[in-house]
């Protein structure tokens, strides 16, 4: 049963394309879409589902084997522990989706080190298995329960984080069609990976009681042949903007750079304020001008439309680039909110100067982060 639980059961000619693909993924990510933190921890997400995909490779753990003290039971540890940083990737992707601030480093770090807790956890409930050489499940006591439990409910637990944020795409009224329906994708998604999870814990407890029937023969022996090509599938859908920054920077000329100082901000204004955004994505544009084109168009127009949430400081002219990120970062919280706008204001001259949205748009990644701690 170890062997069978530790073990991937895709044949090489199938696994091994795949696992090439997220790695490719992830150093073009590294490389070219590495600005916002929202791409740093989808990146990040990639990393770990990877981890766990070759530690189940035979090949990975032949080689690990022989060169190190690790047992197959260890290795399977291991596999465990980065699927569940997966889950705490998840987790920071949903705070930095639906957060207008930036997220305080010290959420990741509390983050991840409830998981490493929990690991550690693992590794003792799950000692006396791994020093007889057999799968946590073999043990039929409350160790497999509590080991099951905490291993299966980090995905679930994530997954309610990306539940409700869905919820709040089709509660808000401006969100283009294509969102809702990517919203929907990943319910269905998530609801598939919820009910893997779940039914994991509810064998390990029938496990622990010494329950045995057709449900715990399925779920004990059931090998996660879907989480690779899933997880490859989602490297190619978010490997897309690796192309538009290649095609960008390749262009090497002022519009081309104008665009890379641009697409941060254009970026968080459009998840933030989707209806200021015509759907139909500057990387479809033929040419880098036109791409600048519009991009600074729906900045110019998220920003007027935040105006009358700044206070008559915040609209001054002489406010520093910094400063004016912080005061469109409140903005958009008091818009987000629900508070009632300022009488319509004039647009102030900084607005329409194409070289203060440069300036405003290299400050951005300096702006205000969350006030609480996750």
């Given at each position: 049963m170890l062997?069978?639980?530790?073990?991937?059961?895709?044949?090489?000619?199938?696994?091994?394309?795949?696992?090439?693909?997220?790695?490719?993924?992830?150093?073009?990510?590294?490389?070219?879409?590495?600005?916002r933190q929202l791409d740093q921890q989808i990146t990040w997400l990639l990393f770990w589902w990877l981890g766990a995909a070759v530690l189940r490779e035979p090949w990975m753990q032949g080689l690990l084997m022989d060169a190190t003290p690790l047992t197959l039971s260890d290795l399977r540890l291991l596999t465990h522990a980065a699927a569940m940083c997966g889950a705490g990737a998840i987790f920071l992707i949903v705070r930095a989706f639906s957060n207008v601030r930036r997220v305080r480093r010290r959420a990741f770090v509390l983050v991840y080190s409830i998981i490493?807790?929990?690991?550690?956890l693992l590794a003792w409930i799950s000692a006396p298995a791994r020093s007889a050489g057999i799968a946590i499940e073999e043990l039929h006591d409350w160790r497999t329960a509590a080991y099951m439990l905490i291993y299966s409910s980090q995905m679930p637990l994530a997954l309610a984080a990306v539940a409700a944020a869905c919820i709040r795409v089709f509660r808000h009224g401006d969100e283009?069609?294509?969102?809702?329906?990517?919203?929907?994708?990943?319910?269905?998604?998530g609801a598939v990976s919820a009910f893997d999870h779940l039914t994991r814990i509810v064998n390990g407890i029938m496990l622990a009681l010494n329950q045995h029937n057709a449900f715990t023969v399925w779920r004990s022996e059931s090998n996660d042949v879907l989480f690779?090509?899933?997880?490859?599938?989602?490297?190619?859908?978010?490997?897309?903007?690796i192309f538009t920054a290649i095609r960008t920077r390749r262009a090497n000329d002022p519009s081309s750079a104008a665009v890379v100082a641009l697409t941060p901000m254009w970026k968080d204004l459009s998840t933030a304020m989707p209806a200021i955004s015509l759907q139909a994505t500057t990387s479809t544009l033929p040419s880098s001008v036109e791409r600048e084109h519009r991009m600074r168009i729906e900045c110019e127009d998220a920003l007027y439309e935040l105006l009358p949430y700044m206070s008559a400081d915040d609209r001054a002219e002489d406010v520093d680039p910094a400063s004016r990120c912080a005061a469109i970062t409140d903005a958009l919280e008091r818009r987000r909110s629900d508070r009632q706008p300022s009488s319509p204001v004039s647009a102030p001259r900084w607005l329409a100067d194409e070289d203060e949205l440069l300036r405003i748009a290299d400050a951005w990644s300096t702006r205000p982060a969350t006030a609480g701690l996750v």
């Open positions: 062997e069978l639980e530790a073990t991937s059961s895709l044949p090489p000619w199938a696994s091994d394309p795949m696992l090439a693909i997220l790695a490719v993924v992830i150093v073009g990510r590294l490389v070219f879409v590495r600005e490493a807790v929990e690991v550690a283009a069609r294509s969102t809702r329906i990517w919203a929907v994708l990943i319910l269905l998604v690779l090509p899933a997880a490859t599938a989602l490297a190619i859908v978010v490997s897309w903007p």
